[in-house]
């Protein structure tokens, strides 16, 4: 059997070095973002912002693994990837140029979480809104107003926040 594992051939032994690395890599991400998580949200209240960041940094990670496991599999069966990268360069931006807003309520979404600017269940006025944040997420922000109505505001529409639950 052992045998039978060193006769394969060389682009075959690749590809299976190329799955274990990625296999491995990708368990590392899991497991130290879940182990981080977990030692950072113990006893805080921050929690929901920890874990939506760090499951923005996993999904990242693993889509780079999953992009790199494809780019190794297609140049170990031949396939020239110059003309596949300049397709996908020029598909890519052209859903940049109609994704504009998405990226940047995204982006400033980003930013609102990791500068922690207010959280769930704060008081604050945004957008000519005055409210209690019900969720927040990478693309916005959900206000409560005292009338009872829900507010969803886009991150890349806010520019100025007052929030009045923060005290020094």
Do not use: C
């Not at 296999?23 to 998580?37: G, P, R, S, T």
Request: glycine content about 6%; proline content about 2%.
């Amino acid at each position: 059997m052992f045998y039978t594992f060193l006769s394969l051939d060389e682009k075959t032994l690749k590809l299976v070095v190329v799955f274990f690395i990625a296999a491995f890599l990708w368990i590392l991400v899991q497991v130290l973002n879940k182990a981080l998580v977990n030692a950072l949200t113990v006893g805080t209240p921050r929690g929901k912002r920890l874990r939506t960041l760090s499951s923005i940094v996993k999904n990242t990670l693993s889509t780079a693994i999953l992009i790199f496991v494809i780019i190794e599999v297609l140049t170990n069966l031949g396939v020239s990837l110059a003309p596949l990268l300049a397709s996908v360069s020029i598909a890519g931006l052209a859903v940049g140029f109609g994704a504009q807003t998405l990226v940047k309520d995204v982006i400033s979404g980003f930013f609102l979480l990791a500068e922690d600017q207010f959280d769930e269940d704060d008081d604050i006025e945004v957008a000519g809104k005055r409210g209690i944040v019900e969720k927040v997420t990478l693309r916005t922000v959900w206000l409560r107003d005292k009338n009872g109505s829900v507010h969803t505001i886009p991150n890349g529409t806010i520019t100025t926040v007052t929030n009045f639950s923060k005290k020094k």
